[in-house]
């Protein structure tokens, strides 16, 4: 069932960090900031929601004293029921990256696609904590793909 929803305008900006979630990402830490939109539309009812939402993220890359900036423009779904203040959420963009070579990994390309599932707690009427798994491949575009997992953790401030 498609419902109205929600009109596009701000929903919130904050900040993620996080470490490699996985043997191969070991070693690797991100940072970044980020601003979100509410997007038109709502589907499954009055009580469970689920709705769209559009994400720009910008920020750091690095292992081992190797450093790149990344970025990435994110489309994801969101599930809740009513007020509960706990959601879920999954999506997924392209992403740019400066360097595409690390010590232990070539990604094989600096244009990428990141994948991520997560979940948010709203914390008060303006705090939201989140963690999300993100993956970030290049979808087999080169021969390199070493593919990147990521444990990240964040905190927004919600409009």
């Not at 499954?44 to 990344?70: H, I, M, T, Y």
Request: a negative charge.
């Amino acid at each position: 069932m498609f419902c109205r929803g929600e009109e596009f305008g701000f929903e919130s900006v904050g900040a993620r960090a996080g470490v490699g979630g996985s043997e191969s990402s070991r070693g690797f830490n991100q940072a970044e900031v980020f601003v979100s939109w509410k997007m038109p539309g709502r589907w499954l009812g009055p009580d469970w929601f689920l709705k769209p939402r559009l994400e720009l993220c910008a920020g750091w890359l690095g292992e081992s004293g190797q450093d790149a900036a990344v970025a990435t423009l994110d489309a994801s779904l969101v599930l809740g029921y009513k007020q509960f203040p706990l959601t879920i959420e999954a999506g997924s963009g392209p992403t740019a990256i400066t360097s595409h070579r690390f010590a232990t990994a070539d990604f094989g390309t600096p244009f990428q696609l990141t994948t991520h599932a997560g979940v948010n707690w709203d914390w008060g009427a303006h705090v939201r904590m989140g963690y999300r798994f993100e993956h970030m491949s290049n979808g087999g575009l080169s021969r390199h793909n070493s593919g990147l997992n990521m444990h990240l953790f964040g905190l927004s401030y919600l409009f």
